[in-house]
């Protein structure tokens, strides 16, 4: 393949000479892979919001190595996401389970409509933090409502460099909760009288 001398027009760029990138660094990968999970995954999307009645558009946003993320969009998307996403969520789960249902070359199918899953993620962050402020204040454990596994590691993760609090989920299944505990006060010991 020859080379062009001309550099391409890439403005703030960082050009480097060489097939490798430097060390430490990775690229991601953008074009799409060759297996045809991607393409699965919205066939499938479409087939069962089609026999749902629902009218959506699927749209590949990402296709890497790990993981295809498929965007709904459309007049129905609303009614795909469901009640705190749990329609998107099941969607999801049927998804995965037809795509990847040979364990050779297993990708993450991942639905999102319109940023939701990343505003659901702010939103969850911020009521933890929100929460964790008032656990400490209060200086009693915060139970939140049961989530699901995804919203758990959420609350988890954004709380785990939170100054004076603790989090540990408790419940079995659907009624599993996260629980937001602040950490001891440094009360003075009492000691016995003789």
Same mark, same amino acid.
């Given at each position: 393949?020859?080379?062009?001398?001309?550099?391409?027009?890439?403005?703030?760029?960082?050009?480097?000479?060489?097939?490798?990138?430097?060390?430490? $660094?990775? $690229?991601?990968?953008?074009?799409?892979?060759?297996?045809?999970?991607?393409?699965?995954?919205?066939?499938?999307?479409?087939?069962?919001?089609?026999?749902?009645?629902?009218? %959506?558009?699927?749209?590949? !946003?990402? *296709?890497?190595?790990?993981?295809?993320?498929?965007?709904?969009?459309?007049?129905?998307? #609303?009614? %795909?996401?469901?009640?705190? #996403?749990? $329609?998107?969520?099941?969607?999801?789960?049927?998804?995965?389970?037809?795509?990847?249902?040979?364990?050779? #070359? !297993?990708?993450?199918?991942?639905? *999102?409509?319109?940023?939701?899953? @990343?505003?659901?993620?702010?939103?969850?962050?911020?009521?933890?933090?929100?929460?964790?402020?008032?656990?400490?204040? @209060?200086?009693?454990?915060?139970?939140?409502?049961?989530?699901?596994? !995804?919203?758990?590691?959420?609350?988890?993760?954004?709380?785990?460099?939170? =100054?004076? %609090?603790?989090?540990?989920?408790? #419940? @079995?299944?659907?009624?599993?909760?996260?629980?937001?505990? =602040?950490?001891?006060?440094?009360? =003075?010991?009492?000691?016995? !009288?003789?």
């Amino acid at each position: 393949m020859a080379r062009d001398n001309k550099p391409p027009d890439m403005d703030g760029a960082l050009i480097i000479d060489g097939d490798e990138p430097p060390a430490g $660094t990775t $690229t991601p990968r953008t074009e799409p892979q060759e297996d045809g999970k991607a393409e699965l995954a919205a066939e499938m999307v479409n087939e069962i919001v089609g026999r749902m009645g629902l009218q %959506v558009e699927i749209a590949i !946003r990402e *296709d890497t190595e790990d993981e295809v993320i498929l965007d709904l969009a459309g007049g129905d998307a #609303g009614r %795909v996401i469901g009640k705190k #996403g749990q $329609t998107l969520d099941a969607l999801q789960f049927i998804i995965n389970k037809i795509v990847n249902r040979f364990p050779e #070359g !297993r990708r993450h199918i991942l639905l *999102d409509s319109g940023d939701y899953r @990343q505003r659901r993620e702010d939103g969850l962050a911020s009521m933890a933090r929100r929460e964790a402020k008032r656990a400490v204040a @209060q200086s009693r454990i915060i139970t939140l409502e049961p989530m699901s596994p !995804r919203d758990r590691r959420v609350i988890h993760l954004s709380l785990a460099k939170f =100054p004076g %609090v603790s989090t540990r989920s408790d #419940g @079995q299944g659907s009624e599993r909760r996260v629980r937001i505990i =602040p950490a001891r006060g440094q009360r =003075p010991e009492r000691h016995s !009288r003789r």
